[in-house]
């Protein structure tokens, strides 16, 4: 980087930083109100601080390198299904899940479940989502940042270390993260967020802008390469603006066009059959009953300013697309040689394998067998021979080559043989960063605007680690700590949140630089999909015990233990449903747990429902304004599908 973008990068980051941990400096962790004021930020948040704080936190590097990777790759506009739908998604929210939350002064989501239902299913919940947070969401965001990193700086050293190197770059996220969580609380991350949303949306609409400015100056004869209709030649995008080029590639019929948000029933990723109903499930559950998310509106200052605070992160979700599914389309167009280069970079280990005659079977995904097809039948015939498999009959044809070669790997497994990691094509999850690597200007040319841009999105991981990991360590904190040490001091129980964060952040960057392998497909994915063992039973036990006052206390344990063996079973051993979608696996395991907790409802009704614990200092009247405006946001929602249909 040019001392100028350095300037501007530390000096943001000091400055988010400094007013962080000012804000929170009143933080009183002695006081009777110690643990509130340093995992709730006091319950004192507004409006603008809620809503841009859900923001900052939702959005971070998972979705810059997974989300718009997913959309390099064929998926397009399709993945920003989980942004608009998000938004009708948290309307729903702020007006039916926040005020009983609110209303019972709750600190954390499973402590819900012990007032309604039992200790256990608080246990159960809080035990798996602090599981699932650290190993998944946390170690995801760590890595993608990293991933950031390693491809822009690849290359660079930094007090002799390799930024480069994944690993390395993984232990600098982590450990700054950690840091800042540790000495500010709830209300550092809240301020900080604010500053770092705002950067985030700017930084990224600045990025859009710089592709298509790129995209119009740019060669059509390379540019016609990578259309997703055969009919689109040089001729056609020679004199086009950048919008007419970006819709003339990208535009085709179904199922290639990346433009589409409705996708063939047949898709692995997001089907049409999942917009009905399996893409609900996830963002119920991240929306409505994540702790990380969650833990922002529980700190609101009354029900008013968390439900405008929800309403205005509704819009703001709006606009994510734009900023970062867009530009992972735009980078397949612009920069398709780049990712090709950035999976060669990941194969070479692989390759080195096979050229020592490793005892190995060699995988290879249809994008590898496409872009190096010599390749692929040379490794196709060489694992032909090693499982005694006829290979006389094998053509140049990528797609029966992949076939082909995945009958062999699957016989492999059979066999107990070892299998190779799977070589790739192209590297979709470097899409986003390589924009920034080409698109922002450096050496000479250097303005600040690089510096700002990786600030914004370095604040964007500094923020969603901070959600995670102070919500991580308050759900181990007032879920299970306390359990145990039930007259323990405010000030023991911020100091073992503060010990927990330590603890957390180590196992996560340990965790991180794994999820790079093929065998996760893609990093945005891995993170959905794993919800799948949790999401559907917690929403539905949330449902029964928010809408169905007369619900058995048993339905909770029930719902929770139930679904992982359900979306277990359907994702391995049964036939026909493990080829599904994952969002179709969630659905049906919904829809199997609301039919049990029904039945049993039926059978062993509640004699009278359960009475919740009020909390009286809390403001539960609900704002007008914010329900009038999230009409408008569920309108324009409706607007945008039907634009992108």
């Avoid at 933080?27 to 709730?40: I, M, N, R, V, W």
């Avoid at 090693?386 to 140049?396: E, F, H, R, T």
């Avoid at 359960?610 to 009247?621: K, S």
Wanted: one cysteine or more; glycine letters at 8%; hydrophobic letters at 55%.
């Amino acid at each position: 980087m040019h001392w100028i973008d350095t300037a501007v990068f530390l000096g943001f980051i000091a400055s988010v930083i400094t007013i962080g941990l000012w804000k929170s400096a009143g933080e009183k962790t002695h006081s009777e109100h110690g643990a509130s004021d340093y995992f709730l930020a006091g319950r004192g948040l507004l409006w603008w601080l809620i809503g841009f704080s859900l923001i900052a936190a939702n959005i971070s590097t998972e979705q810059f390198v997974g989300m718009s990777g997913q959309a390099a790759n064929w998926l397009g506009m399709a993945i920003a299904s989980y942004e608009w739908m998000a938004a009708i998604t948290l309307v729903v929210v702020a007006f039916v899940f926040l005020p009983t939350f609110l209303k019972s002064g709750i600190y954390t989501i499973p402590e819900f479940l012990e007032y309604r239902y039992n200790v256990f299913a608080r246990s159960i919940m809080a035990v798996c989502t602090m599981i699932i947070l650290v190993g998944v969401p946390t170690a995801s965001v760590i890595f993608s940042g990293a991933k950031v990193i390693s491809v822009f700086f690849q290359g660079t050293t930094l007090f002799g270390l390799d930024l480069g190197n994944i690993t390395v770059a993984c232990w600098i996220i982590g450990i700054l993260a950690a840091v800042y969580v540790f000495a500010g609380g709830l209300k550092a991350c809240a301020w900080a967020d604010l500053i770092q949303g705002a950067a985030l949306i700017i930084g990224g609409a600045i990025v859009l802008w710089l592709a298509l400015r790129y995209l119009a100056a740019a060669d059509p004869v390379a540019l016609a390469a990578t259309a997703s209709a055969p009919d689109i030649t040089a001729e056609k995008l020679s004199n086009a603006s950048a919008l007419s080029r970006f819709w003339a590639l990208n535009n085709a019929p179904l199922p290639a066009g990346k433009l589409h948000m409705v996708r063939p029933a047949n898709d692995p990723s997001i089907p049409w059959t999942a917009l009905v109903i399996g893409l609900w499930i996830p963002n119920f559950f991240y929306w409505g009953l994540n702790q990380y998310i969650t833990q922002r509106t529980l700190g609101s200052k009354s029900l008013a300013e968390g439900q405008k605070g929800i309403v205005f992160a509704a819009f703001l979700k709006l606009l994510i697309p734009f900023v970062v599914v867009i530009p992972g389309i735009l980078a397949y167009n612009l920069f398709r040689d780049d990712l090709r280069g950035e999976a060669i970079r990941k194969n070479a280990a692989v390759i080195a394998e096979y050229e020592a005659k490793a005892d190995k079977v060699f995988q290879f995904n249809a994008d590898f067998a496409k872009a190096d097809t010599a390749k692929a039948v040379e490794l196709a015939r060489y694992n032909a021979a090693k499982l005694g498999a006829d290979a006389s009959s094998l053509l140049n044809d990528p797609e029966g080559l992949t076939k082909f070669n995945e009958q062999l790997v699957a016989q492999a497994k059979l066999q107990s043989r070892p299998v190779s990691r799977a070589l790739e094509g192209y590297d979709y999850d470097a899409a986003f960063p390589t924009i920034l690597r080409r698109l922002l200007p450096q050496g000479k040319a250097a303005n600040g605007l690089a510096g700002f841009v990786l600030a914004a999105i370095f604040g964007a991981v500094v923020s969603s680690l901070a959600a995670m990991l102070n919500s991580a360590s308050t759900i181990a904190t007032m879920d299970i700590y306390h359990k145990f040490r039930r007259r323990a001091s405010q000030y023991e129980l911020v100091s073992a949140g503060r010990m927990f964060t330590v603890l957390f952040v180590l196992i996560a960057i340990l965790i991180a630089p794994q999820l790079g392998s093929p065998h996760f497909g893609g990093i945005f994915t891995f993170i959905q999909e794993f919800q799948g063992f949790i999401s559907p039973g917690i929403l539905a036990i949330f449902l029964f015990g928010l809408l169905v006052h007369r619900a058995p206390r048993m339905v909770g344990t029930v719902g929770l233990i139930l679904n992982p063996i359900l979306y277990g079973a359907f994702k391995w051993f049964v036939p026909g449903v493990k080829e599904w979608a994952f969002l179709d696996r969630m659905a049906l395991c919904f829809g199997i747990i609301l039919v049990v907790l029904t039945i049993i409802t039926l059978l062993r009704p509640l004699p009278k429902p359960v009475e919740l614990p009020v909390n009286p200092a809390m403001d539960i009247t609900a704002s007008k304004g914010a329900k009038r405006f999230g009409l408008v946001v569920v309108g324009l929602t409706i607007a945008l599908y039907a634009i992108f249909w």
